[in-house]
């Protein structure tokens, strides 16, 4: 059977929970792509694997890539009204915000 992006993202979150980042982040990539194709690249659907990539990216110490995601993910979500997500995308961009002040103190 083809694994759709929801196995990917089940399968990444485990790893995500088990502080294996960078495969978590392999396999968010993979149910982020899935979605993306067959949904498009607005669609409510790229929220999970959106979320699962900021934090990864976020664990991993790649600011650049996490704030991005973190953005696309608060766009999405505010358009759909989707207010967990904008909930969780406000977070995640706070996070960021305090990593990268720890950064210059």
Request: proline share 2%; net charge neutral.
């Amino acid at each position: 059977a083809m694994m759709d992006g929801v196995d990917f993202n089940n399968q990444a979150q485990a790893k995500f929970d088990e502080g294996n980042y960078e495969e978590a982040l392999k396999l968010f990539i993979k149910a982020y792509k899935i979605k993306e194709a067959g949904f498009g690249e607005d669609s409510p659907c790229l929220c999970l694997p959106l979320i699962g990539l900021a934090e990864t990216y976020l664990k991993l110490n790649d600011i650049k890539k996490a704030q991005v995601k973190a953005k696309k993910l608060l766009k999405i979500a505010q358009k759909s009204k989707l207010h967990e997500q904008v909930n969780a995308a406000n977070e995640i961009l706070q996070e960021i915000k305090m990593v990268i002040y720890n950064l210059f103190l």
